[in-house]
């Protein structure tokens, strides 16, 4: 049973920085296809960024050139760098996992639905 733990949440002001960290356990080895989701009271959790099964990472346009998704293999880290934080981007942030599977000729490919999900962090960014 994989097991998320995210942490890095707080308080900023508009333009800040944060740093998120999630810290997946209960897996032998990397994790690929993790990504990480924000919801607010009252509307459906939306996704943030991603990797797919090739490392490439993705992002929502709101988040783009503002947010960095990255990841410590060794230590089965995920994070997601945020900059230039606006009021909007205020949040629970949820660290995501999802399975894969094999197309054949040594490809694999992420399911499309996230299916194991961290505790999330709350972030709060003030104007």
């Known amino acids: 049973q994989v097991r998320l733990v995210e942490s890095g949440g707080g308080s900023v002001q508009a333009g800040e920085s944060l740093r998120l960290s999630c810290v997946a356990s209960?897996?032998?080895?990397?994790?690929?296809?993790m990504g990480w989701f924000r919801q607010v009271p009252g509307k459906e959790r939306e996704e943030v960024a991603d990797?797919?099964?090739?490392?490439?990472?993705h992002y929502a346009e709101s988040v783009k050139d503002r947010f960095s998704i990255s990841q410590d293999k060794a230590n089965n880290i995920l994070y997601l760098q945020m900059n230039s934080l606006k009021p909007e981007d205020t949040a629970v942030y949820y660290c995501?996992?999802?399975?894969?599977?094999?197309?054949?000729?040594?490809?694999?490919?992420?399911?499309?639905?996230?299916?194991?999900w961290g505790q999330g962090t709350q972030v709060t960014v003030s104007s």
């Open positions: 995501g996992a999802r399975g894969w599977s094999s197309v054949g000729l040594g490809a694999s490919v992420c399911e499309t639905e996230f299916s194991m």
């Open positions: 990797f797919d099964y090739e490392d490439n990472p």
């Open positions: 209960g897996y032998g080895s990397t994790i690929p296809c």
